[in-house]
């Protein structure tokens, strides 16, 4: 049986043995008339590549003298995470049986290296001469196949999510769809879209700097604050003051509130309007969170750091730990993505997906997946990181008036010039 069809009850998923072949088919619907789409395949090739890119991720945002930077990476003051001094991505090239092409991108800022060797090394003789009925039933045995050794997280988990994302992406240039009409959920064509972070160095400038957004039909913004809950009201109360066309402000504090600072954070953020508060503890703070949530205050909003179904499971049992799930497709896939939005529409949790750093493959995966979303939130937007490809990645996807377009364009909606990647090669297969 087509284990899809746990995941994606419609379309419907059939599957059956034919020469002992596992061959699964989605049925969807184009206009009134109902086609069948085979979604079964066998890798015949994968190519990754390490690039990097001119500028920070986090640009002039937040950094000062006592920042500290490495060369490659850098630290900023008040926050744990390392980031990389200059944005660094790893993109993958899946080639099926077929002939059929597709791109992948996962969420890996860090060490994009030790991706592309997982990719170019261990998965191919792994998947070597195995059918399988659909990306899914991939991630599943890749899963497996190093599950009881404790990869649970981590590298392996982030090469299942690129190649898933490059499956996906082939299988819908094969047959001709957009891989959101395969996806067994109403499509939203439009999203409205938030800004990842008002990224200019100064009070001053980020406020002329969201004032230039709003002007364009921006409506939503995201700040970044360290664990000093009054200096993060400050300049929340600055920034309200000074662009007052941004009507929802979510508030993101990286993992670093500690002891009274949740219960502090929580209210006062919520007093001034913030619709969440996001990564509010450290990551694996199960209890610390279900506390938190006991607290009144802003809603907290967490999920960039779960790559699996598996590890979700745990927040959406028992006591309740959060209100706002954002999972990040670069890290889940778009397969195991989907089962964990499952997991949390099933406890009765909103969603709206992380937008971390990433080329426009790894944005179109995650507006793919956007497009099937309830849409209860906005959905966050890393506008600095959209044209980093230069011409070397055409996107079907368009911002514009505070809104993403969603093409029609088959499999993610993008076309990519390898050879014009070339100027941004680290290293390749």
Request: proline share 4%.
């Given at each position: 049986m087509c284990r899809a069809g746990m995941l994606l009850p419609v379309p419907v998923f059939s599957g059956q043995l034919e020469n002992h072949t596992i061959i699964c088919r989605v049925h969807i619907f184009r206009g009134d008339m109902k086609t069948t789409i085979?979604?079964?395949?066998?890798?015949?090739?994968?190519?990754?590549?390490?690039?990097?890119?001119?500028?920070?991720?986090?640009?002039?945002?937040?950094?000062?003298?006592?920042?500290?930077?490495t060369g490659r990476?850098?630290?900023?003051?008040?926050?744990?995470?390392?980031?990389?001094?200059?944005?660094?991505v790893a993109v993958t090239r899946v080639t099926l049986a077929d002939g059929s092409q597709?791109?992948?991108?996962?969420?890996?800022?860090?060490?994009?290296?030790?991706?592309?060797?997982?990719?170019?090394?261990l998965v191919p003789e792994m998947v070597a001469g195995h059918e399988f009925g659909t990306p899914m039933q991939l991630w599943d045995f890749l899963y497996d196949?190093?599950?009881?050794?404790?990869?649970?997280?981590?590298?392996?988990?982030?090469?299942?999510?690129g190649l898933d994302i490059a499956v996906w992406d082939a299988i819908g240039n094969r047959e001709k769809t957009p891989v959101h009409a395969m996806l067994g959920r109403d499509v939203r064509k439009t999203i409205p879209a938030y800004l990842s972070g008002i990224r200019r160095a100064t009070i001053e400038e980020r406020i002329d700097y969201g004032n230039e957004w709003v002007d364009g039909g921006l409506t939503g913004a995201k700040i970044f604050l360290?664990?000093?809950?009054?200096?993060?009201?400050?300049?929340?109360?600055?920034?309200?003051?000074?662009?007052?066309?941004?009507?929802k402000w979510m508030v993101d504090v990286l993992w670093m509130l500690r002891g009274d600072n949740g219960p502090a954070a929580k209210q006062a953020f919520g007093d001034m309007g913030a619709i969440f508060l996001e990564c509010p503890l450290q990551s694996e703070d199960l209890d610390g969170h279900r506390a938190l949530w006991q607290e009144p205050g802003a809603p907290l909003a967490l999920g960039e750091h779960f790559r699996t179904s598996y590890q979700f499971h745990d927040w959406v049992s028992g006591d309740r730990a959060l209100d706002v799930y954002?999972?990040?497709?670069?890290?889940?896939?778009?397969?195991?993505?989907?089962?964990?939005?499952?997991?949390?529409?099933?406890?009765?949790l909103d969603a709206t997906i992380h937008m971390g750093s990433g080329s426009a493959i790894f944005q179109a995966a995650t507006f793919t997946v956007s497009s099937v979303c309830k849409p209860t939130h906005l959905q966050e937007y890393q506008a600095g990181l959209t044209d980093k490809t230069g011409d070397s990645v055409d996107t079907g996807w368009v911002y514009a008036d505070g809104v993403i377009s969603i093409s029609d364009r088959p499999g993610l909606g993008i076309s990519v010039q390898a050879d014009e990647l070339e100027q941004f090669v680290v290293r390749k297969s």
């Open positions: 085979d979604t079964s395949f066998q890798i015949k090739k994968i190519e990754s590549w390490h690039l990097k890119f001119d500028g920070g991720y986090w640009e002039d945002y937040k950094r000062d003298a006592d920042s500290v930077e990476f850098e630290f900023h003051p008040g926050w744990q995470t390392v980031y990389a001094s200059q944005v660094e597709g791109w992948g991108e996962p969420n890996c800022t860090i060490g994009p290296e030790v991706y592309c060797l997982i990719l170019d090394n196949a190093q599950r009881g050794r404790g990869y649970h997280s981590g590298f392996w988990l982030d090469a299942l999510a360290n664990g000093d809950v009054n200096d993060g009201l400050k300049e929340l109360e600055a920034l309200k003051a000074g662009v007052p066309g941004i009507e954002q999972p990040d497709i670069g890290r889940t896939g778009i397969s195991d993505g989907l089962r964990q939005l499952d997991q949390a529409w099933n406890a009765g």
